[in-house]
């Protein structure tokens, strides 16, 4: 390549790459600075405290909470918005449903257009114990709900958001692995018919390795996202009661904005960071396609 193509290409990737610093890598770099120091925005106090902040936060009861309940919001979210969205759009993909495919993608995919903080709202009121219907449906099929609260109880707070969580964006997994699988060559799937393959052979032979990126990407969108968890939290509980129902993001928030604590706030952030980047680089290493 000449040395003037070079220049020219350098000349135009210069402004992308110049923003990426900036807007990307450089604020990581100045939290990681700020994560070893406590300050507040409300203080000019600015004292060095090395790896206090991180001593701290291992040592915070809260924090171990938060990190639970991210955890659990992985495990569901890849039960449901992977492999129970595998299951759907392989299904909507059979013969048999084809005339009706779009009505139910469309069905499934309806709720994730909705704001979270209508969703929030309308969950809080479906499972609040005086005005809501989960409770008098319950008691219709002889559970007694007198004392269930759903939202309201440390027990059962967190799985009832996560539950939420899976209602409003298993569609959009869906519809992503729906045109996966219809980008599958028929030729593969005319072949297996012809060695007297079932369907759930050419589900596991076929359908499995031919989508495996759209699933890494899913994958990675998806843990990614139950990691940095925050808005449904925020909107229905807040963390509550108590502290139960709290992720590392609210935890953040709180620590942060209302304790104004920067200096911990930043070292939270940070591992919140290595954690989602530890996390996806495992998963692009699983699947091989660094390679």
Request: glycine share 6%; with cysteine; proline share 3%.
């Amino acid at each position: 390549m000449r040395k003037d193509n070079k220049r020219t290409i350098a000349l135009y990737m210069f402004p992308a790459i110049l923003m990426i610093v900036v807007l990307l890598y450089l604020p990581i770099f100045i939290n990681l600075y700020e994560s070893f120091f406590s300050w507040g925005a409300m203080s000019s106090s600015h004292k060095f405290v090395g790896i206090g902040n991180y001593i701290k936060m291992f040592k915070d009861e809260v924090f171990y909470t938060a990190l639970k309940n991210n955890m659990i919001f992985m495990i569901m979210s890849v039960i449901f918005q992977i492999g129970l969205s595998l299951i759907i759009a392989n299904t909507l993909e059979s013969k048999f449903m084809r005339k009706t495919q779009n009505i139910f993608q469309s069905i499934y995919f309806i709720p994730s257009l909705l704001m979270v903080t209508v969703v929030g709202i309308a969950f809080k009121m479906i499972c609040s114990p005086s005005i809501g219907i989960i409770n008098p449906l319950l008691e219709l099929i002889g559970i007694n709900a007198e004392n269930i609260d759903l939202l309201g109880n440390a027990g059962s707070a967190t799985f009832s958001i996560a539950a939420m969580s899976q209602w409003q964006y298993i569609g959009y997994t869906v519809v992503l692995f729906v045109v996966a699988i219809q980008n599958i060559p028929a030729d593969l799937y005319e072949a297996a018919d012809i060695d007297g393959a079932n369907a759930l052979k050419k589900f596991f032979y076929i359908t499995l390795p031919e989508i495996k990126d759209t699933i890494l990407i899913n994958m990675i969108i998806t843990i990614t996202g139950s990691i940095r968890e925050y808005d449904e939290v925020f909107v229905t509980t807040n963390g509550g009661p108590g502290y139960a129902s709290e992720t590392l993001a609210t935890y953040l928030y709180k620590v942060g904005f209302r304790n104004d604590q920067m200096g911990y706030a930043s070292a939270i952030a940070f591992f919140i960071f290595i954690v989602t980047f530890a996390i996806g680089l495992l998963q692009m290493k699983g699947y091989k396609l660094d390679e």
